[in-house]
């Protein structure tokens, strides 16, 4: 079995020995600059105009990883499962003073439906599964249309341009049955048409313009030893024996003599069908050669692979079932667990996108942001929110103001920008209203306590 760790070895080296110095990346997909801005560094003038290798075999991580490994798979899949409560959508007015969700615009239409194949739910199902495999995500945004289209990493590769310091070019992307070297059947994509999200890489040459890091390459050993480890137990129970001991005899043995005991021993007591007590005569004594699990500490080292898969996803094992997260849980932690996932985890994580999304796609009476109004672990802190938007109304406040650094996301409300007399129950410096009115906290001026 390939293990993570060697694959990643070898990707690195592929990188050095054939990477830039190589014809293949030799080859000038994108001359121009396209506009691009020169960056205040250099880089090395051996990235100038070429193409960049990717630095982890994504197919590795995803047979390896995300197909055999279960911790693995439930880790992102609990992401895919917990995103889908928070939709992107489309607001009217701006960032700074937000305003009601946008209803049957082009952009809110384009939000629940990104491309004419896939709801929002798919396509941003498939952009957390990559973003979590390679570290990187592509999505192509049709000039014309504005339609989204999320791009396999594994088949994206970065250009940077010829220019002195270079910049970056663009993107190729290969097709599935080509090689990066075979460059002309490749579909060359400028700068402004693709979104680049992907996470940190403290080792990248291009100085954050290259490829991000992927969260396996810091856990390939553990998955590797998991993976090991699962196949071991596998392959015990199927053939249903290992050299756990000897058979000593006080008296010699002829070869003939010991074929019919091991025949005998292996009838009756071979495979797990037969496992039970062990009778022995004629003065034998059977002598344990191998560890049990308890001494070899297989629950410690099983625990501690599972603690080290899950860490670099930023999930908490109680809520992917993982042996190590039930000993010691209980329900309320579990629904700890969740909200320090969503507070720690994933909001920062959709963060990435919503800036990326935003800078796409704000207008001057629109801007999109990620509704988290509809998940319930981050619910529980409303009423802590609603108390300290309270509090500063009674301070003097204006309601919006205040609903927004609560992180209230109510939008406007009329005269919301006026400081409430929270005694009368009206705003103050409003001036005289009609019988009948009412104020924007639907309480009517006819009303006499």
Do not use: C
Not at 344 to 349: I, N, R
């Amino acid at each position: 079995m390939v293990k993570l760790r060697d694959r990643l070895r070898a990707a690195a080296n592929a990188f050095r020995l054939l990477g830039p110095s190589s014809k293949y990346s030799s080859v000038s997909v994108l001359g121009s600059d396209h506009g691009v801005k020169d960056l205040p560094f250099a880089w090395p003038t051996n990235y100038n105009g070429k193409v960049q290798w990717h630095l982890v075999d994504y197919n590795a991580y995803v047979k390896e990883g995300y197909a055999r490994n279960t911790l693995v798979y439930s880790a992102i899949m609990y992401k895919v499962r917990a995103i889908m409560s928070a939709p992107l959508k489309a607001y009217s007015g701006t960032l700074e003073v937000p305003g009601d969700v946008s209803v049957n615009t082009d952009l809110s239409n384009l939000l629940r439906r990104p491309n004419k194949y896939q709801s929002w739910v798919e396509f941003q199902a498939r952009n957390i599964v990559f973003l979590n495999l390679s570290g990187n995500v592509y999505i192509y945004v049709d000039p014309f249309t504005q339609e989204m289209q999320s791009l396999r990493p594994d088949r994206m590769f970065i250009v940077t341009n010829k220019t002195v310091p270079a910049g970056l070019a663009g993107y190729l992307y290969v097709p599935d049955g080509h090689s990066v070297s075979d460059w002309e059947a490749g579909v060359k994509f400028l700068p402004e048409d693709i979104m680049h999200i992907k996470l940190p890489n403290p080792a990248d040459p291009l100085e954050g313009l290259g490829y991000g890091m992927s969260p396996l390459q810091p856990a390939a050993q553990s998955i590797d030893v998991d993976n090991m480890v699962t196949k071991f137990l596998n392959i015990f129970f199927e053939r249903g024996g290992m050299v756990t001991g000897v058979l000593q005899y006080d008296l010699p043995l002829t070869q003939t003599v010991a074929n019919q005991i091991l025949e005998r021993w292996n009838q009756k007591y071979g495979g797990i069908e037969n496992w039970q007590v062990g009778i022995l005569d004629r003065g034998a004594k059977y002598q344990r050669t191998t560890m049990t699990f308890e001494e070899m500490g297989f629950e410690g080292v099983d625990g501690r692979g599972e603690t080290r898969i899950l860490s670099p996803f930023g999930v908490v094992p109680i809520l992917v079932g993982a042996k190590v997260g039930l000993d010691s849980s209980t329900y309320s932690n579990y629904e700890a667990a969740r909200q320090a996932v969503w507070e720690d985890t994933l909001v920062p994580e959709l963060t990435w996108f919503e800036v990326e999304f935003q800078n796409r796609f704000n207008t001057d009476s629109e801007f999109v942001m990620f509704d988290f109004s509809r998940v319930p672990a981050l619910q529980r802190a409303l009423p802590r929110q609603v108390d300290a938007a309270y509090t500063m109304i009674q301070a003097g406040v204006p309601p919006n103001m205040a609903f927004r650094t609560a992180g209230l996301r109510l939008g406007d409300i009329p005269n919301g920008d006026v400081p409430r007399d929270l005694t009368s129950g009206q705003g103050q410096n409003q001036g005289p209203r009609s019988n009948g009115d009412t104020d924007s906290w639907g309480q009517r001026d006819d009303v006499v306590e």
